[in-house]
């Protein structure tokens, strides 16, 4: 029997080859970029104001006092008299050059005329009556002051984002200051979805004898999506080795990238997956790991196409999606990092098990009064116990030849969601203060 390490490499060496498409970075927000993205043009395209106020040349305003800032304005002094030619406002360029004796009135982000070099703000100038409009600017001005020069965050060639970056909103923003309304990013893979059982009934819907609302579908097509990946839910197909087989082949002819089932891949009397498996041309890989929840698992390939059994039970059919299936989508998307980040907390109840098989052990994280991170137990960890997987914010590692830890163990806990990060408060503790 495989332990999780050498399936989880022989799944990965199945990963689809990435194929990029071009979008709108609009909707590109978690989405991999599949090729580098470079500037284009400056960033800013031309130096611009970054106050409202006054462009001048600073050497007229050399006698004036010291300059001042936005936190600390000028200190009175005797000031400089300009006479004011116009008010460039954000959008509008200068008409006039300012010369010795002059200034124009700027707002924040137009372009700096021709002959400033440096911005007085508005807080330290006096509208003097009279015409033509005079101001008197209190406090000196240094080359470049409240000036924000062309290409000071970017220059054209600039490597702005690598291939393999997950795109965030701020990713988005910065894509569409650039003025970029293609991006290309790798192609979402088709994951197709398979449920087996006679006893599985669509939600909704009145049970009879024996019958159980279906819910694995559902929980790996959330999951899929979760992943960044498309998820396409085929149905439940009845406990017979021509039904599970059709549905398969239905699955394959939608085109899928992918192929999941859950459920019949065990030794039981009604267990056609491997059978039908085979029977669509999979070539066969591995059928168990040693692991818990979960130990079976079949994978293979069809023509390229990875395909998983997944176990029936709620829990274990989800707990192997993410330590087998996630990391292929994220690959295959061409994410450098495909693996659910690992965290080490303090385990409050321990955890005793028998050796043989690694186990993934549910647990709720939160911070103790010291900010230490903390897990505890989500109770009963049986297969069966769906509810676990709803309450938990990730996997305490315990190895396969372990016994278990004991209370309060350091252990590694795989996150899948982090909730349990976000508080009431707003969480605002400074850096630096007293």
């Known amino acids: 029997m495989l332990t999780v390490e050498q399936a989880l490499a022989r799944c990965l060496a199945a990963a689809l080859p990435v194929r990029a498409e071009a979008i709108d970075p609009a909707v590109a927000a978690g989405r991999v970029l599949a090729q580098d993205v470079v500037a284009p043009s400056p960033l ?12 001048v040349r600073s050497a007229d305003l050399a006698q004036g006092g010291p300059a001042g800032t936005c936190d600390h304005p000028a200190a009175d002094g005797p000031g400089v008299e300009l006479q004011v030619l116009e008010t460039i406002a954000a959008g509008k360029v200068g008409q006039h050059a300012v010369r010795p004796g002059t200034c124009a009135r700027i707002m924040t982000g137009a372009p700096l005329p021709q002959g400033a070099d440096a911005v007085v703000m508005r807080e330290d100038a ?3 009556p009279g015409s033509p409009e005079r101001v008197l600017l209190r406090g000196g001005a240094r080359p470049g002051q409240h000036v924000r020069p062309r290409g000071e965050e970017l220059m054209p060639g600039d490597l702005v984002l690598r291939a393999g970056a997950t795109l ?5 923003g910065l894509l569409a200051h650039l003025g970029l309304d293609r991006v290309e990013v790798a192609r979402q893979p088709l994951v197709a979805v398979v449920s ?4 599985l009934v669509a939600p909704g819907r009145p049970l009879g004898p024996g019958q159980i609302h279906a819910s694995n579908g559902q929980a790996l097509c959330a999951w899929i999506e979760a992943a960044g990946a498309r998820a396409l839910d085929c149905g439940v197909a009845p406990d017979t080795l021509e039904g599970t087989r059709a549905a398969f082949r239905r699955a394959l002819d939608a085109g899928c990238d992918l192929l999941l089932s859950s459920g019949g891949v065990s030794v039981g009397d009604f267990d056609f997956v491997k059978e039908a498996l085979g029977e669509v041309g999979a070539a066969m890989d591995f059928w168990k790991v040693a692991v818990k929840p979960g130990k079976p698992l079949a994978f293979g390939t069809i023509g390229g196409v990875p395909a998983f059994g997944l176990p029936g039970n709620p829990v274990s059919c989800q707990v192997e999606f993410l330590l ?18 690992v965290l080490d907390a303090t385990f ?10 690694a186990e993934l052990v549910r647990v709720r994280l939160s911070f103790d009064p010291d900010g230490r991170l903390v897990a505890h137990s989500t109770g ?7 509810s676990s997987m709803a309450q938990a914010h990730g996997f305490a590692l315990i190895a396969r030849e372990s016994a278990g830890v004991p209370p309060g163990t ?13 508080g009431e408060q707003p969480g605002l503790r400074w850096a630096g203060h007293a």
């Open 44 to 55: 800013p395209p031309w130096d611009n104001s970054a106050m409202d106020g006054y462009a």
């Open 126 to 128: 006096t509208v003097l």
């Open 168 to 172: 965030g909103p701020g990713h988005v």
């Open 196 to 199: 087996t059982g006679d006893e």
């Open 324 to 341: 087998f299936v996630r990391p292929i989508l994220r690959r295959s998307m061409g994410d450098p990092r495909p693996f659910l980040p």
């Open 348 to 357: 409050v109840e321990g955890f005793r098990k028998a050796p043989g098989r």
């Open 380 to 386: 009963d960890q049986g297969s069966g116990m769906g």
């Open 410 to 422: 350091t252990v590694p806990v795989q996150v899948f969601d982090w909730s349990f990060s976000a």
